[in-house]
C-alpha cells in the first residue's frame, strides 16, 4: 500500500508564493514520476507539472511561476509556485507512479486527497 499526503496549501495574497509537499509512504521500490494536478471549483483537473528522471514538464500557463522538484531520499515532491494568481485558487493533487518491487514492470498509480491553494486579497 502506498500513501501520498499533501500539504503546503493554504491562503495567500495575490502575488505571493507557496510551497506544496507531496510525502510519499508505504511499499515503495521507486517513484518513476510525480504529478502535480489542480482542480477549480466547477472546472475539470489539469496537470499543472510533472517530474521524471528524464525532466520535467510544465503547463504552459505555469511556465516561469511554478517548479516542480523531488528528493528522492524523502520520496517527497514539491511545488513551488510564485506570482500566484486568483486563478491559481484550486484544490492541488500529487500522483506518483510507484512501483513496489523489481518485478513490478508496471507500477501502479496513486493519488493524493489534495490541498486547498486559496489566493485571494
Known amino acids: 500500500q502506498v500513501v501520498l499526503v499533501e500539504s503546503g496549501g493554504g491562503l495567500v495574497q495575490p502575488g505571493g508564493s507557496l510551497r506544496l509537499s507531496c510525502a510519499a509512504s508505504?511499499?515503495?521500490?521507486?517513484?518513476?514520476?510525480v504529478g502535480w494536478y489542480r482542480q477549480a471549483p466547477g472546472k475539470q483537473r489539469e496537470l499543472v507539472a510533472s517530474?521524471?528522471?528524464?525532466?520535467?514538464n510544465y503547463a504552459d500557463s505555469m511556465k516561469g511561476r511554478f517548479t516542480i522538484s523531488r528528493d528522492n531520499a524523502k520520496d517527497t515532491t514539491y511545488l513551488q509556485m510564485s506570482s500566484l494568481k486568483p486563478e491559481d485558487t484550486a484544490v492541488y493533487y500529487c500522483?506518483?507512479?510507484?512501483?513496489?518491487?523489481?518485478?513490478?514492470?508496471?507500477?501502479?498509480?496513486?493519488w493524493g486527497k489534495g490541498t486547498l491553494v486559496t489566493v485571494s486579497s
Open positions: 517530474i521524471t528522471s528524464g525532466g520535467t
Open positions: 508505504g511499499d515503495i521500490f521507486s517513484i518513476d514520476a
Open positions: 500522483t506518483a507512479l510507484v512501483r513496489v518491487g523489481p518485478h513490478d514492470y508496471y507500477g501502479m498509480d496513486y
